[in-house]
């Protein structure tokens, strides 16, 4: 168990090497030749206006919010589908109910226009 | 015959057994070496996937596209990743004067790291295989949603407004569509009943290690959705809305050049590939299969499932950005979780093992039955949503028909008056 994500952190580790090497050899390997047009903001020739960090709407931060509605009841699930095979047929229509609300949640959310882009 | 199906076994082991005699004087060392190059091992392979991967895609797309694709640097053109490599090797790397430096530099490696992270526990073999997690699909789709970070990060540090834009788009398009992806890999575990890798493949095959039934005719609807959001979550056409040229240049990486954007299409690649080996995995059966080496098969397998997306991206147009929402939230995810639903019902009503019958109720059937049930009850979903979805398409249509009719009458009515 100890061992099994052991080879995880290794993994990242050695892969975070590599690409580290392949970064720095690439820094040696390429020319520098900095200058102020190269090094400005790319906006199709122009000069940027303004402060590009802006604030966004706020209906992208209900399709977050959705989003992590539906992501926790995965994590929920998840160890009740390991366990399904020892539920007995009372405990999965309790699931069933649970899942069956958010559905219902979904639909609210549709309904008063959460899901459209624009 | 034994060693040929026992290849990648017997040299993992044999590496191993080197190891241990070398530095046998501490084991833990030893155990870290073996970690370590089963780690580089694995990363070579990703890396040199991807190389390979870029032509393969280059050639069959063009074919597609009735062009010839790259053909100037070698024979057939086949030493183009290697220009392409030298190439991004030796290009200038500018940094935007008003970046966030820090976030800037690390998203391409953040992005990389956690694409490669995906391949520590994807099993090309009996006995081979990273590791062998007990929660192996949650972890790679945790780590599968790092991206998303990285994305950000990019984004956000490039200080430019079109990678911002990019960023943003993406961020909800990745989230978005993890949500049915989650929705159907829980079908697979719910079948199953265990997380790991390994067993999901065991539970595919029979005693003997013949193929038995394959996830796909059990559970056609969730690996029809798990394709589609699989795509949507690497970011490929026609999901490639994050990098629409037409709209935002080149979204988020519009700042990257050289190395970096390199790091940002290994991800791409890396990611996109591990998605076809998990789907192989899932529910193709995995390494099982008859007469070739297991190793061979999944190899072959992920090649399949990797050409269909290729194949899709060289026929479809890209979605525009509301359609790509509605068709997860409004259809994807309500079919996945009415799916869930009727699944779980199903493999209690008709369950396979004698003890949960007995246990708990239900018509004790044979695997194949249980087989067909599960298969008519997806397609079943799959009919209703999409003759809900075409009705509701038809109504809308009417009304922006109806809408048009009505402002006509009014221009003529204006013009007579």
Redesign the interface.
Known sequence: MRTDFAFVGVMIVSAALLMGVTLLAASFLRPKKPNTAKLSTYECGMETVGDTWVQFRVNYYILALVFVLFDIEAILLFPIAVAFNALPLFAVLNVVLFILVLLAALLYAWRKGALDWE | MDAITNLLKIISDFVAELIRSVLGFSPLLA??VT??I???V??TFAALSFMGLTYVERKVVARIQDRLGPNQAGPFGLLQPLADGIK???????????ADRWVYNAA??VI??FA??T??VIPFAPGVV?????VGV??VLAIGSGSIVAILMAG?G?????A?LGA?RTV?QL??Y??PM??NV?TV??VT???SLIDIINHQTLADGNPGIPHILMLPLPALVFLISGIAETGRSPFDLLEAESEI?AGFH??YS???FA?FFLGEYVNALAVSFVFSTLFLGGYAGPILPPYVWILLKAALVFFVFMWLRGTLPRVR??QM??LN??FL??MS??N??LV??V??LF?T?ES?AQ????LLVTPWVQTIILAAVNLGVLFTALTLAARAARRFRQAEEEMIMRRRAANLAAAKA
């Open positions: 155990e870290l970690m370590g089963a780690a580089v694995l990363i991004m090797f030796t290009k200038e790397d500018t940094t935007p004067a008003t391409p490696l990389a790291v490669l992270a391949y520590a990273g590791t062998n997690l007990n949650f972890y956000w490039s200080n430019n407004k079109y911002l943003f909800a989230i978005g993890e949500v989650l929705l829980l575990v719910l009943g265990s997380m240049v519009t700042e050289g190395m970096k790091l950005i509301d929402h509605a939230w409004k995810v309500p979780t009415v869930l639903v779980m019902l493999l209690k369950p093992s949960a246990a708990f109720g239900g």
